[in-house]
Protein backbone atom coordinates (compact mmCIF):
# COMPACT_ATOMS: atom_id res chain seq x y z
CA UNK A 1 0.00 0.00 0.00
CA UNK A 2 1.28 3.41 -1.22
CA UNK A 3 1.78 6.50 1.27
CA UNK A 4 -1.26 8.75 2.14
CA UNK A 5 -2.49 11.36 -0.33
CA UNK A 6 -3.06 15.00 0.57
CA UNK A 7 -6.03 16.10 3.04
CA UNK A 8 -8.95 17.26 1.49
CA UNK A 9 -10.15 21.04 1.54
CA UNK A 10 -11.93 22.31 4.78
CA UNK A 11 -15.63 22.54 4.31
CA UNK A 12 -18.06 25.92 4.69
CA UNK A 13 -19.12 26.92 7.92
CA UNK A 14 -22.73 26.77 8.07
CA UNK A 15 -25.45 29.67 9.04
CA UNK A 16 -25.17 31.49 12.41
CA UNK A 17 -28.70 30.41 13.92
CA UNK A 18 -30.41 33.41 15.77
CA UNK A 19 -29.78 35.32 19.10
CA UNK A 20 -31.33 33.29 22.54
CA UNK A 21 -33.86 35.11 24.16
CA UNK A 22 -32.45 37.91 26.76
CA UNK A 23 -32.57 36.97 30.51
CA UNK A 24 -32.77 33.91 32.36
CA UNK A 25 -36.41 32.15 32.67
CA UNK A 26 -37.42 32.58 36.16
CA UNK A 27 -38.42 29.23 38.45
CA UNK A 28 -41.91 29.31 37.35
CA UNK A 29 -41.75 30.79 33.96
CA UNK A 30 -43.62 33.71 34.28
CA UNK A 31 -40.60 36.49 35.04
CA UNK A 32 -36.91 37.01 33.37
CA UNK A 33 -34.21 37.65 35.68
CA UNK A 34 -30.97 40.04 33.49
CA UNK A 35 -29.57 39.92 37.06
CA UNK A 36 -28.54 36.56 38.19
CA UNK A 37 -26.12 35.60 41.29
CA UNK A 38 -25.47 32.03 41.63
CA UNK A 39 -25.02 31.31 45.10
CA UNK A 40 -22.51 27.73 45.40
CA UNK A 41 -23.69 25.69 48.13
CA UNK A 42 -21.26 23.17 48.79
CA UNK A 43 -19.10 25.46 51.37
CA UNK A 44 -20.00 24.73 55.45
CA UNK A 45 -23.59 26.00 56.21
CA UNK A 46 -21.73 28.83 57.96
CA UNK A 47 -19.09 29.44 54.54
CA UNK A 48 -22.54 28.91 52.33
CA UNK A 49 -24.28 31.41 54.51
CA UNK A 50 -21.49 33.92 54.10
CA UNK A 51 -21.70 33.86 50.18
CA UNK A 52 -25.72 34.26 51.12
CA UNK A 53 -25.23 37.27 52.46
CA UNK A 54 -22.78 38.92 50.41
CA UNK A 55 -24.95 37.94 47.06
CA UNK A 56 -28.04 39.84 49.02
CA UNK A 57 -25.51 42.75 49.85
CA UNK A 58 -24.40 42.78 46.11
CA UNK A 59 -28.14 42.81 44.94
CA UNK A 60 -28.70 45.48 47.57
CA UNK A 61 -26.61 47.54 46.52
CA UNK A 62 -27.62 47.55 42.48
CA UNK A 63 -30.62 49.29 44.03
CA UNK A 64 -33.01 46.75 42.02
CA UNK A 65 -36.22 47.79 40.21
CA UNK A 66 -39.50 45.85 39.02
CA UNK A 67 -38.36 46.27 35.52
CA UNK A 68 -34.84 44.81 36.55
CA UNK A 69 -35.41 42.83 39.22
CA UNK A 70 -32.71 40.87 40.27
CA UNK A 71 -32.41 36.68 41.41
CA UNK A 72 -30.16 35.20 43.93
CA UNK A 73 -29.95 31.46 42.94
CA UNK A 74 -28.92 29.07 45.54
CA UNK A 75 -27.69 25.64 44.45
CA UNK A 76 -28.66 22.43 46.71
CA UNK A 77 -26.86 23.45 50.45
CA UNK A 78 -27.30 24.49 53.56
CA UNK A 79 -26.61 28.17 54.32
CA UNK A 80 -26.57 28.98 57.83
CA UNK A 81 -26.25 32.49 59.08
CA UNK A 82 -27.36 35.20 61.36
CA UNK A 83 -30.05 36.22 59.44
CA UNK A 84 -30.74 39.62 60.54
CA UNK A 85 -30.88 42.30 57.55
CA UNK A 86 -32.52 43.62 55.10
CA UNK A 87 -33.53 43.17 51.51
CA UNK A 88 -34.52 45.97 48.90
CA UNK A 89 -37.62 45.29 46.86
CA UNK A 90 -37.35 43.52 43.44
CA UNK A 91 -35.03 40.48 44.78
CA UNK A 92 -35.87 37.05 44.51
CA UNK A 93 -34.12 34.36 46.32
CA UNK A 94 -34.58 30.93 45.13
CA UNK A 95 -33.37 27.81 45.84
CA UNK A 96 -32.60 24.15 44.09
CA UNK A 97 -35.94 22.68 46.13
CA UNK A 98 -37.30 22.05 49.29
CA UNK A 99 -35.27 19.31 50.61
CA UNK A 100 -32.00 20.64 48.55
CA UNK A 101 -31.59 24.01 49.77
CA UNK A 102 -32.15 25.27 53.73
CA UNK A 103 -31.25 28.29 55.03
CA UNK A 104 -31.37 28.45 58.60
CA UNK A 105 -30.53 30.97 61.32
CA UNK A 106 -28.92 31.59 64.31
CA UNK A 107 -30.11 33.37 66.68
CA UNK A 108 -33.58 33.68 68.61
CA UNK A 109 -35.19 35.86 66.02
CA UNK A 110 -33.17 36.09 63.06
CA UNK A 111 -34.96 38.11 60.40
CA UNK A 112 -35.31 38.91 56.38
CA UNK A 113 -36.73 42.09 56.19
CA UNK A 114 -37.96 42.94 53.03
CA UNK A 115 -37.37 46.71 52.74
CA UNK A 116 -40.38 48.09 50.83
CA UNK A 117 -41.58 44.97 50.03
CA UNK A 118 -41.83 42.88 46.67
CA UNK A 119 -39.29 40.55 47.97
CA UNK A 120 -39.48 36.79 46.90
CA UNK A 121 -38.83 33.29 48.49
CA UNK A 122 -39.08 29.99 46.23
CA UNK A 123 -38.06 26.73 46.08
CA UNK A 124 -36.22 25.94 49.57
CA UNK A 125 -36.69 25.27 53.24
CA UNK A 126 -36.89 27.97 56.08
CA UNK A 127 -35.08 27.11 59.78
CA UNK A 128 -35.49 29.56 62.83
CA UNK A 129 -35.54 32.51 60.15
CA UNK A 130 -38.95 35.13 60.21
CA UNK A 131 -39.94 36.79 57.10
CA UNK A 132 -40.84 40.55 58.03
CA UNK A 133 -42.26 42.66 55.64
CA UNK A 134 -45.16 43.97 53.08
CA UNK A 135 -45.79 42.09 49.84
CA UNK A 136 -43.40 38.98 50.66
CA UNK A 137 -44.15 36.47 48.34
CA UNK A 138 -43.44 32.85 48.93
CA UNK A 139 -43.78 30.17 46.34
CA UNK A 140 -42.98 26.27 47.31
CA UNK A 141 -41.77 26.99 50.35
CA UNK A 142 -41.44 24.85 53.42
CA UNK A 143 -40.65 26.02 57.19
CA UNK A 144 -38.71 23.24 59.30
CA UNK A 145 -37.99 22.74 62.20
CA UNK A 146 -34.44 21.34 62.65
CA UNK A 147 -33.40 18.97 65.52
CA UNK A 148 -32.23 18.85 68.26
CA UNK A 149 -28.30 18.49 66.96
CA UNK A 150 -28.55 20.95 64.38
Do not use: C, H
Not at 69 to 84: A, D, K, N, Q, V
Not at 121 to 145: E, M, N, Q
Amino acid sequence: MGPAGPAGADGQDGEVGQDGQDGAPGIDGDELFERIIIVNGDGTPTANGQALQDAINTANAATPTAADPWMIFLEPGTYTRELSGNIEPNITIAGSGLEATIIEGTSATPAFTAGGGNVTFRDLALAKVTLIGALVRVRALSSITPSAGS
